[in-house]
């Protein structure tokens, strides 16, 4: 009789066992599938990141493009107000033509560049950004607006006469 209670016991504690087991087994498949969930969610994660790649690309172009616009206005103001406005007395010749200056070849400040010309070296006239009418400009910054303006396809009309 005692050799059966044994069994019995024996018997139990297997069907303990095997509950044990499936439990352990439910788990583990609990696990599988939060696994799965993750890796479902990297991947997801990835497109995510791919497509904030391209969002961070298309920000960086955008920021040179501003930052190209930057150096646009830069050398406006340099053209405009950073360049050096010669001083009259320091000067004899034309800067571009080396004529001497005198009662009938008077000097010109470029108001663009600040440097002093005869009047045939600067008789162009352009709308600065600090003016509000055309002012007179050198040649060599004419031929500049001109460089400029046909890049912005915005040109900008000037006279030739003073
Ligand atoms: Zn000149
Ligand atoms: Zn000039």
Request: charged share 35%; proline share 1%; glycine share 4%.
């Amino acid at each position: 009789m005692a050799e059966i209670r044994g069994k019995h016991q024996e018997t139990e504690s297997f069907v303990d066992e095997m509950t044990k087991l499936r439990m352990e087994v439910a788990i583990v498949d609990d696990l599988k599938n939060e696994l799965q969930r993750l890796q479902k969610e990297n991947d997801d994660l990835k497109d995510t990141c791919s497509v904030q790649d391209s969002a961070l690309l298309e920000l960086a172009e955008q920021l040179g493009r501003s930052k190209l616009e930057m150096e646009e206005l830069r050398f406006d103001i340099d053209l405009s107000k950073e360049n050096k406005w010669m001083s009259d007395d320091q000067v004899i010749s034309c800067y571009q033509c080396e004529a001497s200056f005198n009662l009938a070849r008077r000097k010109h400040h470029c108001r663009s560049c600040g440097q002093i010309f005869c009047n045939d070296c600067s008789n162009k006239k352009r709308l600065l950004p600090s003016s509000s009418k055309p002012v007179r400009v050198c040649d060599e910054c004419d031929m500049i607006f001109i460089k400029r303006l046909h890049g912005f396809g915005d040109f900008v009309g000037r006279t030739d006469t003073i």
